[in-house]
């Protein structure tokens, strides 16, 4: 008898008896897996939290209490035991339930999250307000070791214990963020299965000192004191948080669902700030998660028995870049790589293992990393920085005065940009022309192929400047690679077609829908032309005037319109004092939710389809302007 479909709400689980709740945590690894094996997902850390998941639903009187999730892809589990399990089968999906906690899905979901390390500041917000407000819910903020290694989470941490606010913060321990954690703060809290070594060694040697004689005694306890405080203090992550002002609680096993439950209502009842640390493993209940966590963190579809994920046709763009930066790497000692806590994602994985002393994983901390870059750079050397668009949103105020201002030859490499998917508002990269375009200094490119992105790396490499490449989620064109690498003329377009009455000035990976578009309206007698701009910045700006005295021009970008790669143009013809016709597709002043990529683009009018539409409806408005004016 299943005790899943049972449960509606927290409620529902609570009156479920203790020792029943594994065959739930069963269930919902069930379900879980199911789901994602066909809709693709964050497996391995939702799998990971199934017992604290259910243990703190079974504490917590949500949804009056409030639980704020770190980063949020490993809250599958909280979304089926509040509510949700009858729509689970759209996670991700379309108008589904989305892959992060989101407050106008669920009123359990306190907080939006998709980036890591937001949940300490989130929460102690909430707590405040409590206590302004008179209320007396209770706030619980989970977050993972990885999300420690950013500099958010000890910002959180610092006031929360400074304001004695009353709150509990899930230290989720698993040892790893998306790929293996590192630094300092990791090693720190590795060390923990030697604490209660390091304590007995404490206790045994005053035992053994206090059987001197007094003075003698008193002399050595103290010394030893001192010692074995020195001691505790390097073996006992502990201390790093009371130090910081919380009662710390730990180490305890995240999956004894029994233990969780009793030390939750603990922690729960105190006065002030607790922190409960949390051992779990990811993956935890399916074989292939647990043996390579790694591959289950953001999975695509997959077979349940055997683990195999399905295999995309063709290189993707990530990997064309990594493979790209290799071949540099081996003709150009000074040029590193730098990720931020996902080598496999950027695909800097094959430069890691090719040149692992001139790689470097910063943890989850894009800021640092930026800045780090910046201290290479100035040192001589030629750092690659690969972050996804959306994450290199936190390192802004670095980008800007610690590359550009100073003019640093820093190659920043933004995967994921564009329409991301299924990770939806989030994740999509759709603001990074808009932030980065105006900096001073900074050279912004976007390849139309991955032939190209290899070309414009090279390029970017031998600036001496900060530079910029951005390019799309996913599998590239397929087209053939050249086998060697050439400077591209810096700001020059590529004229791919002419026509008479309108021309396509298309960015990156909107150059091939616009070339279908254009091919489309050649069938319905229209004369359409495209350019691949590849530069962002500078334009090419001979070309675009030209375009312009010549008539009617359609910008193209996978961005926000605001500030985007159209809004430049417009800018360049003003000051030019160029009068034209411009009409711009992109995105609107909107979040773009999730759906799959084909979809998102075909909504948003971003495929070939839609960019014929517009460029019809342009170049007949200016006929019917023609005529008016003959008239």
């Known amino acids: 008898m299943s005790l899943l479909e049972n449960i509606k709400s927290p409620a529902d689980l609570k009156r479920i008896p203790v020792k029943d709740l594994p065959q739930v945590a069963e269930e919902v690894r069930e379900e879980i897996i199911a789901v994602v094996s066909k809709n693709g997902g964050h497996l391995a850390s939702s799998l990971g939290v199934v017992e604290l998941t259910l243990a703190l639903h079974y504490v917590y009187d949500t949804p009056a209490d409030k639980i704020i999730w770190d980063v949020g892809h490993q809250a599958y589990a909280h ?38 390390s937001t949940s300490i500041s989130a929460a102690l917000g909430m ?85 001197f004689p007094t003075k003698i005694g008193k002399h050595m306890l103290k010394v030893a004191t001192k010692t074995g405080e020195s001691i505790k203090g390097f073996f006992t992550p502990g201390l790093l948080f009371e ?19 009793e030390t939750l209502k603990a922690a729960r009842a105190r006065r002030g700030p607790v922190l409960v640390h949390v051992l779990t493993k990811k993956g935890k209940g399916y074989g292939p998660a647990e043996m390579n966590p ?28 990594g493979n790209a930066l290799v071949k540099l790497a081996e003709e150009d000692g000074s040029i590193v790589a730098i990720s931020a806590a996902m080598p496999e994602g950027t695909g800097l ?78 994740h999509q990269g759709l603001f990074d022309i808009s932030y980065l375009r105006h900096i001073p200094n900074l050279v912004f490119m976007a390849p139309k192929d991955e032939n190209e992105l290899g070309h414009m790396l090279h390029t970017a490499l031998k ?79 001979e070309l675009v005037i030209s375009l312009a005295k010549a008539g009617r021009i359609i910008t193209v970008e996978e ?12 800018e360049l013809l003003e000051e030019a004092g160029v009068s034209s016709r411009v009409k711009r597709i992109g995105v609107p002043d909107i979040f773009v939710e999730q759906g799959t990529q084909a979809q998102i683009r075909s909504r948003l009018g971003l495929d070939a389809e839609g960019i014929a539409a517009v460029a019809e409806a342009f170049i007949l408005e200016g006929r019917e302007e023609k005529i008016e004016t003959e008239a």
Do not use: W
């Not at 610092?158 to 293996?180: P, T, Y």
């Not at 790694?294 to 195999?308: D, L, N, Q, R």
């Not at 990156?508 to 962002?536: Q, T």
């Not at 961005?559 to 417009?570: H, M």
């Open 79 to 116: 979304k089926l035991v509040t509510g949700r399990r009858d729509r689970f089968a759209t996670l991700r999906r379309e108008n589904g339930v989305s892959g992060f906690p989101k407050r106008t899905e669920s009123e359990y979901d306190p907080f939006d999250v998709g980036h890591s």
């Open 127 to 211: 707590a405040a307000a409590r206590d302004m407000k008179g209320a007396d819910y209770k706030v619980a903020a989970v977050i993972g070791d990885g999300s420690l290694t950013a500099g958010l989470a000890f910002e959180g941490l610092n006031q929360a214990g400074h304001l004695k606010r009353d709150l509990v913060v899930v230290l989720n321990d698993n040892e790893m963020s998306i790929s293996e954690n590192v630094g300092a703060l990791s090693n720190y809290l590795n060390k923990i299965i030697i604490s209660e070594r390091a304590e007995k060694f404490k206790q045994d040697t005053e035992k053994f000192i206090k059987k």
């Open 243 to 261: 130090e910081m002002g919380f009662t710390y609680i730990g180490l305890l096993d995240g999956h004894d669902m029994p233990r969780l439950i």
């Open 294 to 321: 790694t591959a289950f963190h953001g999975t695509p579809p997959f077979s349940v028995e055997t683990g195999e994920a399905q295999k995309a046709t063709g290189p993707s763009y990530t990997k064309v870049f």
């Open 349 to 426: 994985s094959a430069f890691k293992a090719r040149f692992p002393d001139r790689f470097f994983d910063v943890g989850i901390a894009e800021q640092h990393g930026v800045t780090f870059a910046a201290g290479l750079a100035a040192s001589g050397l030629k750092p690659v920085t690969a972050i996804y668009s959306t994450f290199l949103q936190r390192s802004y105020d670095q980008v800007v005065h610690d590359l550009c201002m100073q003019k640093l030859p820093v190659v920043i490499v933004m995967d994921r940009a564009g329409i991301v998917g299924e990770d939806g508002e989030t």
């Open 463 to 541: 600036l001496g400047c900060p530079a910029a490449i951005r390019y799309p989620r996913g599998k590239a064109l397929g087209v053939a690679l050249d086998d060697k690498y050439i400077e591209l003329p810096l700001g020059k377009s590529e004229t791919i077609s002419d026509g008479l009455d309108a021309a396509i000035l298309a960015l990156g990976n909107m150059v091939e829908p616009s070339v279908e578009a254009a091919g489309a309206l050649a069938e319905k007698g229209y004369s359409v032309g495209v350019v691949n701009a590849r530069f962002i910045k500078p334009l090419d700006r």
């Open 559 to 570: 961005n926000v319109l605001a500030g985007g790669f159209g809004s430049s143009v417009l």
